[in-house]
């Protein structure tokens, strides 16, 4: 049996929004010289990479069932784009 990725269509479009949101959120802060260009790229990294390995380890607890870390990566992928609202509140 083919082990399948964790992640999904529905969580790559989530990813893709939540990027979006994080642009729309801190757009007043954002400058474009070379330092705010690192932290954006440096940013989307972590917005991407963070939840899926927190959800790759779920997989691998899980037993590596099909979409086993997708609902995970959506909860994790949540609250970072919680405390960003959060911090657009201040």
């Given amino acids: 049996m083919k082990r399948t990725c964790i992640l999904n269509r529905t969580n790559i479009t989530y990813t893709i929004i939540g990027i979006l949101l994080y642009f729309f959120f801190n757009v007043s802060e954002l400058k474009f010289d070379d330092y705010h260009f690192g932290y954006?790229?440096?940013?989307?990294?972590?917005?991407?990479?963070?939840?899926?390995?927190?959800?790759?380890?779920v997989w691998y607890i899980r037993g590596m069932k099909e979409n086993g870390g997708t609902t995970t990566y959506k909860i994790v992928l949540t609250i970072i784009l919680l405390s960003q609202f959060l911090k657009f509140l201040k």
């Fill in 40 to 57: 954006i790229i440096g940013t989307i990294f972590g917005i991407v990479l963070f939840p899926f390995l927190i959800s790759l380890f």
